[in-house]
Each structure stands twice: as structure tokens, then as C-alpha cells.
């Protein structure tokens, strides 16, 4: 059973920036696509950067393009989200998520949470002066 723990959130500035780690354990992740996805009280979960098993493919959410950036390393079961020019509006619980070999593409599946088979228990990153 694969197990994802997201850690490295907290409180911050606006444009501020923090790096949330995904820790996978039970399976290699190298194997799995990977997604970031945050969910605001009252709202649904937002796919926000997703990356393929081999780490060549990224997509990114219009809202978070430019300032987000997702990172794997081959061999190693930890993936990254590095945060900068953080805004209020990215305030949110940020989930860890895995999908299992599939020939979905990554675009694809960062618009579809119900894609993904493992989540983590999310971190809290808050914006705010």
C-alpha cells in the first residue's frame, strides 16, 4: 500500500515562499505520476502542477504558471513543490497525490482529482500580512 506525507507547510507573507515535500513509502514512486492539488474550505480540490513517472512532462494551473514548480528525482521517493510570489488566494490545504501507470496525459489528469489512487493528508500553507 503506498503511503504519501506532505510536509513543509506553514505561514506566510504575501510574495513569500515555502517548498512542500511529498515522502512516499510502501512503493518506489518512479513508477507512479505524481500530482499537487489544494483544496480552500468550501471548495473543490485544484489540480496545481502535476509531473509523469519519468519527471519529462509537467503541467501547471494558469492561476499558480510561473511562480510554481514541481521537481522529482530518479531513485528517490520524495517529490517537491516549490512556492514563490505567493499570493492570499493560495491559501489552501495542499494535497500529495499518485496515479498508477496509466497512458492518461499529465495535462489530462491535474484537471481530474477522481484520476489519482493515493492522497495524502495534506498541508496547510496560509497567505496572509
Known amino acids: 500500500q503506498l503511503q504519501l506525507v506532505e510536509s513543509g507547510g506553514g505561514l506566510v507573507q504575501p510574495g513569500g515562499s515555502l517548498k512542500l515535500s511529498c515522502a512516499a513509502s510502501?512503493?518506489?514512486?518512479?513508477?507512479?505520476?505524481i500530482g499537487w492539488f489544494r483544496q480552500a474550505p468550501g471548495k473543490g480540490r485544484e489540480g496545481v502542477a502535476c509531473?509523469?513517472?519519468?519527471?519529462?512532462?509537467?503541467h501547471y494551473a494558469d492561476s499558480v504558471k510561473g511562480r510554481f514548480s514541481i521537481s522529482r528525482v530518479n531513485g528517490k521517493n520524495t517529490v517537491y513543490l516549490q512556492l514563490r510570489s505567493l499570493k492570499p488566494e493560495d491559501t489552501a490545504v495542499y494535497y500529495c497525490?499518485?496515479?498508477?501507470?496509466?497512458?492518461?496525459?499529465?495535462?489530462?489528469?491535474?484537471?481530474?482529482?477522481?484520476?489519482?489512487?493515493?492522497w495524502g493528508q495534506g498541508t496547510q500553507v496560509t497567505v496572509s500580512s
Open positions: 497525490t499518485a496515479r498508477a501507470p496509466s497512458i492518461t496525459s499529465v495535462r489530462t489528469m491535474c484537471n481530474r482529482p477522481d484520476f489519482f489512487d493515493y
Open positions: 510502501g512503493y518506489m514512486l518512479d513508477t507512479f505520476a
Open positions: 509531473i509523469s513517472s519519468s519527471g519529462g512532462t509537467t
